[in-house]
């Protein structure tokens, strides 16, 4: 009894990692064949792309402009992941400088100077400045200030303790 050994491709393993050059190339020339827009460059490819039997001469030519195409399509994408990481930073950076926004607006509704409905000075604007101005020419008086604040804070914490939890009040 002998057997047989199917080569068909059903039986082959998947293929790994980036596809063979060919495939690269016909998928990069249908690529610029889509686009509406070409350099002068890209059309030359795609005119030597469509020579069946190109001359020794035009086969360089068309190996040179398909692998600046595709440095250049490297150098895109590079360019993109750049952006994205500079991009990124920039937005977690905004995302903190808002965080600290939003903490000091939440002070100066506990402080009573801010209303926590229409988000609006509850002080005139130029009267809310001269009472900063005047804390910060005061240096000496911050552990006062620390203290004050720091039972405030307790105070707070308590009352959403205990808005979050009815049941330990009764």
């Given at each position: 009894?002998?057997?047989?050994i199917n080569f068909t491709t059903a039986n082959k393993p998947?293929?790994?990692?980036?596809?063979?050059?060919?495939?690269?190339?016909?998928?990069?020339?249908?690529?610029?064949?889509?686009?509406?827009?070409?350099?002068?460059?890209?059309?030359?490819?795609?005119?030597?792309?469509?020579?069946?039997?190109?001359?020794?001469?035009?086969?360089?030519?068309?190996?040179?402009?398909?692998?600046?195409?595709?440095?250049?399509?490297?150098?895109?994408?590079?360019?993109?992941?750049?952006?994205?990481?500079?991009?990124?930073?920039?937005?977690?950076?905004?995302?903190?400088?808002?965080?600290?926004?939003?903490?000091?607006?939440?002070?100066?509704?506990?402080?009573?100077?801010?209303?926590?409905?229409?988000?609006?000075?509850?002080?005139?604007?130029?009267?809310?400045?001269?009472?900063?101005?005047?804390?910060?020419?005061?240096?000496?008086k911050k552990s006062h200030w620390k203290s004050v604040g720091?039972?405030?804070?307790?105070?707070?914490?308590?009352?959403?303790?205990?808005?979050?939890?009815p049941e330990e009040e009764a």
């Amino acid at each position: 009894m002998t057997s047989t050994i199917n080569f068909t491709t059903a039986n082959k393993p998947k293929r790994r990692g980036p596809p063979p050059a060919a495939e690269q190339a016909k998928k990069l020339l249908a690529h610029l064949a889509s686009l509406k827009k070409r350099s002068r460059q890209q059309d030359m490819l795609l005119s030597l792309a469509g020579i069946a039997n190109r001359t020794p001469q035009q086969q360089k030519t068309f190996d040179t402009l398909l692998r600046a195409e595709k440095a250049a399509d490297r150098a895109v994408r590079a360019a993109t992941k750049a952006a994205k990481i500079v991009n990124a930073k920039a937005r977690a950076e905004r995302r903190q400088r808002e965080q600290g926004i939003t903490e000091c607006a939440e002070l100066l509704v506990l402080a009573g100077l801010l209303d926590d409905k229409t988000g609006h000075p509850i002080w005139e604007t130029s009267e809310l400045l001269g009472a900063l101005i005047e804390i910060a020419n005061q240096p000496q008086k911050k552990s006062h200030w620390k203290s004050v604040g720091q039972a405030r804070l307790a105070q707070k914490k308590l009352r959403r303790s205990s808005k979050e939890n009815p049941e330990e009040e009764a």
